[in-house]
């Protein structure tokens, strides 16, 4: 079974550091990867995708993911937090063929002004 | 465009009391259709996904059930409510078909549970 994990449960950053938040799935074969992000009262939105192709994914709002395959790993970055970043990160993966995601625990990142 | 909706927003029942969510999607025909459960540091627990009417898949075993009884209709169950129900339960829509662009999610707002 398909299985991620997010090791950060909680960061707390001071605005304009850089941000990197972990991600490791655990599946052999192909995967599509994702980052959903959840701002506080609002409803929880695809931040970017990987299906194939360039392992350097950019997304909204500045953020960027690499897939390093050979770590099973699909950490997300930002070079500068701003404070409207604070929300809860959560990874996503899902094995091509399965009809649904499998998510991890999620990452509160909280930016102080 | 697309809309998703969920119902009630915020819920507290008692303890073996019966649940009913609804969740409606619009804009789009023949979505797949999922129910997640989020609890506090456990992430989005997938408890069910439709990939048509009357067609539902269960991925963690427990006393809920899901229905969908039109195609933008999926409907979360349950007869008698326990207190490890609490949680907030998000229903999610995607595009039909097996591609990967059936793997990009729509969240709808949610719904609070509170099980007492």
């Known amino acids: 079974a398909q299985s991620v994990s997010q090791h950060n449960h909680h960061v707390i950053l001071s605005e304009a550091a850089s941000l990197e938040l972990g991600c490791n799935y655990s599946?052999?074969?192909?995967?599509?990867l994702f980052w959903y992000v959840q701002y506080p009262g609002q409803h929880l939105q695809l931040l970017l995708k990987?299906?194939?192709?360039?392992?350097l994914v950019k997304g909204i709002k500045g953020f960027e993911a690499e897939f390093i395959k050979s770590k099973f790993s699909f950490n997300l970055r930002k070079p500068s937090v701003q404070w409207s970043d604070t929300a809860e990160y959560f990874c996503a993966v899902n094995a091509k063929g399965r009809r649904a995601l499998t998510f991890g625990s999620g990452t509160r990142l909280q930016v102080q002004p | 465009s697309q809309t998703i909706h969920q119902w009630p927003a915020t819920l507290v029942q008692p303890v073996g009391s019966p649940l009913s969510l609804e969740c409606t999607v619009e804009?789009?025909?023949?979505?797949?259709l999922y129910w997640y459960r989020q609890a506090a540091g456990r992430g989005l627990q997938l408890l069910f996904y439709s990939v048509g009417i009357g067609q539902i898949s269960s991925e963690v075993p427990q006393n809920l059930s899901a229905s969908r009884p039109q195609d933008r209709q999926f409907i979360l169950s349950s007869k008698k409510l326990l207190l490890s129900d609490s949680g907030f339960y998000l229903c999610a829509w995607s595009i039909p078909g097996p591609g990967s662009g059936a793997n990009v999610l729509t969240f709808g707002a949610g719904s609070r549970l509170t099980v007492l």
């Open positions: 804009g789009t025909s023949n979505p797949n």
């Open positions: 599946y052999g074969g192909t995967v599509n």
């Open positions: 990987y299906f194939s192709g360039d392992p």
